[in-house]
């Protein structure tokens, strides 16, 4: 390393030391003595800094940390025990070691205290050079490890300090409690959601910021040992508060309980948002339940009155007597009784089927006998209208349903598919299997739906805008009926759909074989 010199002082000063490098201090007035000291401690790889005075030496502890100091006791202007004085006055070099180089003998060196004046050890002349470096080699080392124990303590106070500043700044409440359930540390956010401050808190209950009711339920959870997730209410003046508390026990070095460490998150506006939608759910629920009652007293009351509509007329209708204009007239006011008849039926069954009255008897069915038997029954309405009704079957096992509903459902289905089908138009029936279910497709090249209605077409009496804009007739119940006694046969239904390009019902049933499966 090549020397600096600074004034009367030679080395290198305030450069960052490697890690493993510490920095020695010589001071002596006599240039070949501090040389002579410097090649003695050379084999240790240690910076040394050379200083020719005690004013010198001080200069250097202004700008530099020294392992260990090795100090002549004569010299000019401030000898070297003045100038140890001196050196143990500041803060910073206090602890220094120095070791003294001296011509004196023991005897006279013992006779004076100038350990108590900061001497660390005294090396007398001549000086011993493997001597002199085990004892600078002791110092290093102990300088070389405290050093890095500073920087770890540094780095440690360092993730301190972010450690806190993450928990002070933190969107949750966060606190830990000792062994006894004892609040020992609690952040900002933890303080504002319950209005208890950190001093405050110190030393309480847990427990001490829930309502009392809940305090039972949770110290059978605490009690269990293992983490806890708890929706909670807290005590807090003239504001009511939900949180969800969750926390974890830790443990002491010896494996033993040493408290608890959670987060609160504030859920209040999830809380009062669940509280609204159950409200609304409920008055929904009776809604409905209105509704299927008023349907099923209505439809029973109008069940009499619409027959006896139909068979007086079929009476009129058979008579010889009457004129062109008046069975014409007949005629409309029968047709409409058996629309109005139908829709009774209708209803009827679809109240039946949402109170879940017993209306299925499952049995092993084959699909292609409940298609055949749909477009046997719709064949003349496609044709009237000019539009194929097309099948497709691919061999498949047979499925668990109630034919008579599953037909019932079909039917509905086509109907509709009918309706919405232009002239010229085809419908296709499709049977096959996907995902391990039996699948039952309609497809048709009709109007198509919007996405947006996809879910509302399964709603009673619900109509698209094209159906209404285009005057189809219909009371808007097949599709809701469909879906019903589908779901009720352990199926489900999807649709997929587009304006101007057709629609897609799919229904998926399970296969007989497989529920037996899954029952035994």
């Known amino acids: ?91 910073q070099s206090e602890m220094t070691p120095i070791l003294f180089i001296t011509a004196y003998s023991s005897d006279e060196i013992e ?184 349907s099923a007293s209505a439809s029973h009351e109008l069940r009499t009155p619409v027959a006896s509509i139909i068979g007086y007329v079929e009476e009129l209708l058979l008579s010889e007597s009457l004129d062109p204009e008046d069975r014409e007239m007949l005629d409309v006011v029968y047709r409409n009784a058996g629309r109005l008849n139908r829709l009774i039926d209708d209803l009827s069954l679809l109240n039946r089927a949402e109170i879940g009255a017993p209306l299925m008897k499952l049995e092993p069915t084959t699909l292609r006998s409940v298609v055949d038997g749909v477009v046997s029954s719709l064949s003349d309405s496609a044709q009237d209208r000019d539009v194929r009704l097309l099948t497709e079957y691919t061999d498949i096992p047979a499925v668990l349903v109630d034919p008579l509903r599953l037909e019932q459902s079909l039917l509905k289905l086509v109907a509709n598919a009918v309706k919405f089908t232009s002239d010229g138009g085809s419908i296709i029936v499709r049977v096959g299997v996907s995902d391990g279910m039996a699948t039952l497709a309609v497809v048709d090249t009709g109007a198509g739906i919007d996405s947006a209605d996809f879910d509302k077409v399964f709603e009673r009496f619900y109509r698209t805008r094209s159906a209404v804009d285009d005057a189809v007739p219909g009371s808007g119940l097949g599709l809701a009926i469909a879906k019903t006694m589908i779901e009720a046969q352990s199926g489900t239904i999807e649709l997929e759909s587009a304006p101007g390009v057709g629609s897609t019902f799919t229904v998926r049933l399970p296969f007989a074989d497989a529920v037996a499966a899954a029952v035994s």
């Open 1 to 91: 390393m090549t020397p600096l010199t600074v004034g009367s002082v030679s080395g290198v000063l305030a450069t960052k030391p490697a890690d493993d490098e510490a920095c020695i201090l010589i001071v002596d007035d006599n240039l070949s003595k501090r040389t002579a000291l410097e090649a003695a401690l050379a084999p240790l790889g240690h910076r040394v800094v050379q200083a020719q005075s005690g004013t010198d030496a001080l200069r250097c502890l202004l700008v530099e940390d020294f392992a260990v100091i090795l100090l002549d006791v004569h010299m000019p202007e401030i000898d070297g025990f003045e100038t140890a004085r001196l050196i143990r006055q500041r803060r």
């Open 111 to 294: 006779q004076s205290d100038h350990y108590a004046g900061g001497a660390v050890d005294f090396i007398f002349a001549p000086i011993p050079p493997a001597e002199l470096r085990s004892k600078v080699s002791f110092f290093t080392h102990v300088f070389l490890d405290a050093r890095r124990l500073a920087a770890q303590a540094e780095g440690v106070r360092a993730s301190v300090q972010h450690l806190q500043l993450l928990t002070d700044s933190a969107p949750i409440g966060i606190f830990q409690t000792d062994r006894e359930n004892r609040y020992v540390y609690t952040n900002p956010r933890w303080t504002e959601l319950t209005g208890v401050t950190a001093l405050q808190a110190f030393g309480q209950a847990w427990d001490s910021v829930v309502i009392p009711e809940l305090r039972p339920e949770l110290a059978v959870a605490l009690s269990g040992g293992q983490e806890l997730s708890h929706r909670v209410e807290l005590v807090s003046e003239g504001s009511r508060r939900f949180v969800m508390v969750s926390s974890r026990p830790v443990q002491d070095v010896s494996g033993g309980p040493a408290g608890w460490v959670g987060t609160l998150a504030d859920v209040t506006a999830e809380k009062e948002a669940e509280d609204t939608m159950s409200v609304a759910r409920d008055a929904a629920l009776s809604v409905n339940v209105m509704q299927r009652k008023f």
